[in-house]
């Protein structure tokens, strides 16, 4: 990705602003569930800020208040300056939101979805084309602007969505799981063009799905869990908070990792994850000598380690022992 072609107009939104989102006590209901229960938040500009929490948390509820799609019932909240409630027009033109599925036209190219959408943004014919081509070259996709976009692959597709939501560009981008679905070479693609727009100056809130996705791109991590804030720092603050001591164990007979589970959990006295491909167990040991005594018993169960290993926890880890749950895939309902 080349660098990204920023229009004055919008670069200049909320000059002198120190936070882009600055927000209190924020709460949406659904009937008798507060899908949002007083949430504060503070996004500096130029940071990726994620959100994270298990289904029903209240992630896209959130995203959708501070993105003007959806009134809050109390609470009260500015995007680079302009209120939430009194100014949705002027919020609205300081923002672009990316949902998780690709908002483009499948029968046209590339290069003339980004051009229609330019017009719609008041560009005239040569400037729209002008802008339409700048975005193209910036995300890579030059060589196939005049391809239909029912062509393209499902990374391509992502970063065309991207790109159409930086016509103009906005001071404050939400990316709601902005990589679900794509392989690992395109998710670290579309993780380096958020770096890169970050780095010209635009603030990012995302949500995602993927806790390896929020410990690489973001500055700060909220988590979320039953409509309330129940955590928020770096990464590094995340898990320090956690913990220290966390043992990791693959063992050589994969098949017996629930009897290794329930093993370890009665030694330590703490729960058990395993990780995403469910192949490791991870728990709080607490000390080495703990954590040997553990190994020692699983081997005089006959539960043989493959592998094991003492560290900080990981931030699925940090996920587990703040929700009580692992981590979730999409969200679905009302109560997001």
Known sequence: MNDLPIT??????????????SARGLVKSYGDVRAVDGIDLDVPRGMIF????????????????????????????????????????????SIAMTGQFA?????????????????LWGFRG?????????????FGLS????????DYSGGMR??????????????????????????????????????????????????????????QLAARIAVIDHGRK??????????????SGFLYVALADPARLDEAAVLLERHLGHKVQRSAEGAELSIMAGTTRAASE???????????????SMGQPSLEAVFFALTGQPRTGDEQGKRQ
Request: net charge negative; aromatic share 2%; hydrophobic share 45%.
């Open 143 to 150: 060589d196939a602007a005049t391809k239909q976009v029912k």
């Open 103 to 119: 908002s483009l036209d499948e029968d046209l190219t590339g290069r003339e979805n980004l051009v229609l959408l330019a017009r």
């Open 8 to 21: 004055p107009d919008k670069a200049a939104s909320g000059a002198g602003v120190a936070l882009a989102i």
């Open 50 to 93: 994620a959100i994270l929490g298990p289904n029903g948390a209240g992630k896209t509820t959130l995203m959708r208040m501070l993105a003007t799609l959806s009134q809050p019932d109390a609470g009260t909240a500015t995007i680079m300056g302009h209120d939430l409630v009194t100014t949705p027009h002027a919020v609205r033109g």
């Open 126 to 138: 040569r400037d729209a084309r002008g802008r339409a081509d700048d975005l193209l070259a910036a």
């Open 158 to 215: 992502r970063r065309l969505d991207i790109a159409a939501s930086l016509v103009v560009t906005p001071g404050v981008l939400f990316l709601d799981e902005p990589t679900t679905g794509l392989d690992p070479n395109a998710r670290k693609d579309v993780w380096r063009m958020i770096r890169e727009l970050a780095g010209s100056g635009v603030t990012i809130l995302l949500t995602t799905q993927y806790l390896e996705e929020a410990d």
């Open 230 to 243: 129940i955590a928020e720092g770096t990464s590094r603050e995340l898990k320090a908070a956690t913990g």
């Open 294 to 308: 553990a190994l020692s018993a699983l081997v005089s169960a006959g539960l043989e380690p493959a592998d094991f």
